[in-house]
């Protein structure tokens, strides 16, 4: 066993191994930008080493510097975390070099599965089952369409050195072939300095179910399930789970025999994974091969037993696997939801800035949360936008979601805008919750993007009851210590009126023993629990049924959020709910006119000049955010007033770019 590694990566990731390698007593050194300073994985390690500037290009890509770290700090060993270098083989080749051992595959498998031309052909080779496609690279726009018509549409245009979304497309139409080549051409060779491009062809309503295989320096590989990662945006993942909820044992079977049989092809060592694409008869397809531990990895520990992360370290050590695969036994089920800091009100546009406030479910069966992150950190826009993962665990996939739902109604984050509403959202959704799933999910429920989640009439009035009980816990807290509230006399009162939605609810409440009984058209409720002003979170009993609601003070009211619904009200006299109806609204600016950053980033292009003439749907800008350029067109015919940017310029989100008249 190593006495240290080194970890070449940084935020969750980075993370989880420096904890593993604890428990093993290994000690741990960590690599950080100068945008990682203060990072938690900095604070975690026994060691850190500086590597460079914030871009990712002069910091943890550049091999030379992680190497020289490991060697001035005696580590034996590298794990490469994923993304990054983590399926780079001449990263794994320069360490090899150095005398010190890569935590991952061998030089061989990751040259062999990190191309997804040459690995399409090695699977056929290998018998395995693949999707119809144009193996060889793609020249030009005008060739990725003769390609595609010849396969015919729909097509997936994809970048052979991609992964996590990036610099892959979907054309129905010459148009979008010819769009999606550029696109993920230009992506391809940000990310991965590669932009050659292939197509395949696209199968509809697919699943996406991957399976976990490991493997040693002995000969032994085994697979440890599947899990389903069909619930995507973009391409990114977005939910996972393990097992699938759509596999029988025959096809596990057969797609664990075929990814075993794969991973031997190129003597893999380590843990891998193998993608399928399954259609709607449980056809499945090879789709790729990840030389890494992939990031929905803790599903599979949850329904498993096993440690990834320790078993890649225990193989890299020379050790054999424990088990065979006749010893492989599976518990429950298991789902993961990212976290991610973005805005799902504004077509998920990327967020940056402070945790001014962070806290995670805490003391709930069956729940973890990998994060990097912590209260009064910053979220970065040069590296991926994740905060966290939040995994549940039950006997069952109902219990499992059920914890999933209550888990993320008590994680509790401010300072930047976050996906949570859109995830509650998709856990309740009922053909989630049937396991109706496929790689169109989101864009089949979701048309239009994501709203705020409506409330029913009955949700309403469960959360006006909330509400108004916790207003006569503050009113009553606030009589006995003096008996005012923002500056006004107060006074515990059984008849008052929230206001919400434009809408008057009269209420009654009235203390019964440790409840609070809220009358509300003629409805009971009973709110039971302990909040005081400040708490962030109100955990208690609604008519006997445990509930976890976030609560801020706004203004004069509160937001009251839960099931990744929110409620903005405020609890008045009865009186002062008369008077209302005579306060002025104050109307927004009218900003119509105006090409706004919807995202902070980098301003990448801008595609018209002054006076021009511009169309409906016309190109107008490109952004660049968490490594994802963001094409900005026009919503309407007009003529350029004036631009207000310049490429290169780092934008603010809804800072103004273009001007018309």
Avoid at 51 to 69: C, K, M, N, T
Avoid at 335 to 354: K, Q
Wanted: glycine share 8%; aromatic share 6%; net charge negative.
């Amino acid at each position: 066993m190593f006495s240290k590694i080194l970890i070449a990566n940084r935020g969750e990731i980075a993370c989880r191994v420096m904890v593993t390698a604890r428990r093993l007593g290994i000690a741990t050194v960590a690599v950080y930008s100068e945008a990682d300073r203060d990072a938690l994985h900095v604070q975690m390690a026994d060691e850190a080493v500086l590597i460079g500037p914030a871009p990712s290009a002069e910091s943890y890509l550049v091999i030379d510097r992680i190497v020289q770290a490991a060697r001035d700090t005696g580590a034996e060993a590298i794990h490469p975390g994923y993304g990054f270098l983590s399926e780079n083989q001449e990263f794994a080749r320069a360490l090899e070099g150095a005398g010190i051992v890569f935590i991952g595959p061998n030089v061989g498998a990751i040259a062999a599965m990190g191309d997804k031309i040459e690995s399409k052909k090695l699977a056929l080779d290998a018998n395995i089952n693949t999707v119809p496609g144009h193996a060889g690279l793609i020249e030009d726009a005008d060739a990725a369409i003769e390609v595609a018509r010849d396969i015919g549409y729909p097509v997936m245009i994809k970048a052979s050195a991609g992964g996590g979304g990036k610099g892959m497309r979907v054309a129905y139409t010459d148009d979008q072939a010819r769009d999606g080549f550029r696109s993920a051409q230009s992506e391809a060779k940000s990310s991965f300095a590669d932009d050659r491009i292939f197509v395949e062809k696209f199968i509809e309503e697919p699943r996406h179910i991957e399976i976990q295989i490991l493997a040693d320096t002995h000969g032994n590989v085994i697979y440890l399930g599947e899990r389903e990662c069909s619930i995507q945006r973009r391409h990114q993942k977005v939910i996972e789970e393990a097992p699938s909820p759509f596999l029988d044992s025959a096809t596990r079977e057969a797609m664990g025999a075929q990814a075993v049989a794969l991973a031997r092809a190129v003597d893999y060592q380590s843990a891998g994974t193998v993608e399928f694409i399954v259609d709607r008869d449980r056809n499945f397809y090879f789709l790729e091969m990840n030389t890494r531990l992939q990031v929905e990895h803790p599903v599979t520990e949850f329904i498993t037993g096993l440690d990834l992360v320790e078993q890649m370290i225990r193989v890299a050590a020379g050790e054999k696997l424990e088990l065979q695969q006749n010893e492989v036994t599976y518990s429950g089920w298991a789902v993961e939801t990212r976290v991610y800091a973005e805005d799902p009100l504004r077509n998920f546009l990327p967020s940056i800035g402070r945790l001014t406030h962070y806290r995670e479910p805490a003391g709930e069966d069956g729940v973890r949360v990998d994060t990097g992150v912590f209260e009064g950190g910053e979220i970065s826009m040069y590296y991926d936008p994740m905060i966290a993962k939040v995994i549940t665990h039950g006997v069952d996939r109902e219990q499992a979601i059920e914890r999933m739902r209550g888990a993320l109604d008590a994680f509790y984050i401010r300072g930047v805008s976050h996906n949570i509403p859109f995830l509650s959202a998709l856990m309740a959704h009922p053909r989630f919750v049937q396991g109706d799933l496929s790689t169109n999910f989101i864009a089949d429920e979701f048309p239009d993007g994501f709203a705020a989640v409506e409330l029913s009439e009955e949700d309403l009035q469960r959360f006006i009851a909330v509400l108004a009980a916790l207003h006569r816990m503050e009113t009553e807290r606030a009589t006995h210590l003096g008996g005012q509230l923002d500056g006004r006399e107060v006074r515990v009162a059984e008849d008052w009126v929230v206001i919400a939605l434009g809408r008057q609810f009269p209420v009654r409440t009235h203390r019964n023993g440790d409840a609070i009984n809220v009358e509300i058209a003629g409805t009971q409720y009973a709110v039971d629990g302990i909040w005081r002003p400040g708490l962030r979170l109100f955990r208690g009993l609604l008519n006997s049924h445990e509930v976890c609601f976030q609560v801020d003070k706004v203004g004069l009211g509160h937001r009251l959020t839960g099931n990744g619904a929110s409620l903005e009200a405020r609890v008045v006299t009865p009186r002062v709910a008369e008077l209302s109806q005579f306060m002025p609204v104050k109307e927004a600016a009218d900003l119509s006119n105006y090409l706004l950053s919807p995202m902070p980033g980098l301003l990448i292009s801008v595609a018209v000049e002054v006076g021009q003439d511009v169309k409906a749907g016309e190109e107008l800008a490109i952004v660049e955010a968490m490594k994802m350029e963001n094409v900005l067109r026009a919503e309407r015919d007009g003529v350029v007033k004036e631009l207000h940017a310049t490429p290169g310029e780092s934008l603010a989100v809804d800072q103004a770019i273009v001007e018309f008249e």
